[in-house]
C-alpha cells in the first residue's frame, strides 16, 4: 500500500523525522540562533525521503522560520517559556510545544512541576489530533484538564490557558 500522507505516529521514518527536526528547532531557541534547523533541514536533504516527508520538512522549516524570526526579534518573548509555548501553540507547532515545555519540566517542583505537566498534554493532546488519534487524545485531554481545572491560576498568564481548556472540554465533549 502506498503512503499518502505523513504520520508520525504509524510511520518510523516520519517519527525520525519529526523527532529530529523537533529537536533541532528547540536547540536554536534555546540558543537564539537558527543554525540547528539550517544543519537539520542540510542533513535530511541528504536523505531520500517519501515526498509526505519532504512536504513536512519544507513546511515546518517555513513555519520554523517565522517563528524563530518573531522570537530574535523580542527579547522578552523568547526569555519567557510560556510565551514562546503560547506562539508554537498559535502556529499549530504542538509537537514542538510539547517539546519546549518538557525541557523544562525537569527544572521544575510541586505544583508548578504538576501543572507544567498538564500544559505538556495539552500540546500532546492537539499533536494526537493533528494524525486523527482521537481515543489517545481524549485520554491525554482528561488527564490534563483535571489538573488544569483546579490549577488553572497556576499556570502564567503568557500561556494563554483558558482557549486551550475550553478546547480541551471540546475534544472530550466530542468523543
Not at 508520525?8 to 529530529?20: A, G, H, L
Amino acid at each position: 500500500m502506498m503512503k499518502i500522507r505523513f504520520n508520525p505516529f504509524e510511520d518510523r521514518t516520519d517519527r525520525d523525522v519529526r523527532n529530529f527536526l523537533g529537536s533541532a528547532f528547540v536547540g536554536a531557541l534555546h540558543k537564539g540562533d537558527p543554525a540547528p534547523v539550517v544543519q537539520a533541514i542540510s542533513k535530511l536533504g541528504q536523505k531520500t525521503l517519501p515526498d509526505p516527508a519532504q512536504r513536512y520538512i519544507k513546511a515546518r522549516y517555513d513555519q520554523y522560520s517565522g517563528v524563530l524570526t518573531q522570537i530574535f526579534a523580542d527579547p522578552l518573548l523568547g526569555a519567557d517559556i510560556y510565551a514562546v509555548a503560547s506562539l508554537l501553540w498559535d502556529e499549530a507547532l504542538f509537537f514542538e510545544c510539547h517539546e519546549w515545555l518538557e525541557q523544562n519540566y525537569r527544572a521544575v517542583k510541586g505544583q508548578e512541576k504538576k501543572v507544567l505537566q498538564a500544559m505538556i498534554r495539552t500540546a500532546g493532546t492537539f499533536e494526537l489530533l493533528t494524525y486523527d488519534r482521537k481515543r489517545a487524545a481524549v485520554s491525554v485531554a482528561a488527564k490534563a484538564l483535571s489538573v488544569l481545572e483546579s490549577d488553572f491560576s497556576q499556570v502564567p498568564e503568557s500561556f494563554k490557558i483558558q482557549p486551550k481548556m475550553t478546547r480541551l472540554k471540546a475534544v472530550i465533549k466530542n468523543a
